[in-house]
């Protein structure tokens, strides 16, 4: 998201949408990934019924630090 558009909840509009599609068209399973420390990610995916499914560790560089990639799976309605 272009950051003068971030925080006016189109991330969650999207990913919202995202999910009602996928479900349309009954997909087997939705998953998503963030980069550990990504805490804004973390969030909007968590209420949205993610949960985290798998890390690999240390994999990609951000910053000057490797972090570890999260896998998250969509469980259910969520929060909101
Ligand atoms: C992560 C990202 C996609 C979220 O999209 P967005 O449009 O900014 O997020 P929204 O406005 O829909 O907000 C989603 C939730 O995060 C919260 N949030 C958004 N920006 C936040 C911030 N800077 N600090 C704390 N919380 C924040 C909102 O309050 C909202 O939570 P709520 O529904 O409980 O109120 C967007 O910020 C982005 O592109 N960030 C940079 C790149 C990135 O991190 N991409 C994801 C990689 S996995």
């Known amino acids: 998201m272009h950051r003068d558009y971030r925080g006016r909840g ?13 479900k349309r068209l009954k997909a087997k399973n939705i998953w998503i990934e963030y980069l ?3 805490n804004v990610a973390k969030h909007l995916y968590e209420s949205l019924g993610f949960v985290e499914w798998c890390r690999l560790p240390k994999y990609r560089k951000h ?12 469980v259910g309605d969520g929060k909101k």
């Open 10 to 22: 189109i991330g969650k509009a999207l990913l919202k949408k995202g999910i009602e599609v996928a």
């Open 63 to 74: 910053y000057g630090r490797y972090g570890d990639s999260v896998k998250m799976l969509y």
């Open 36 to 38: 550990d420390g990504n």
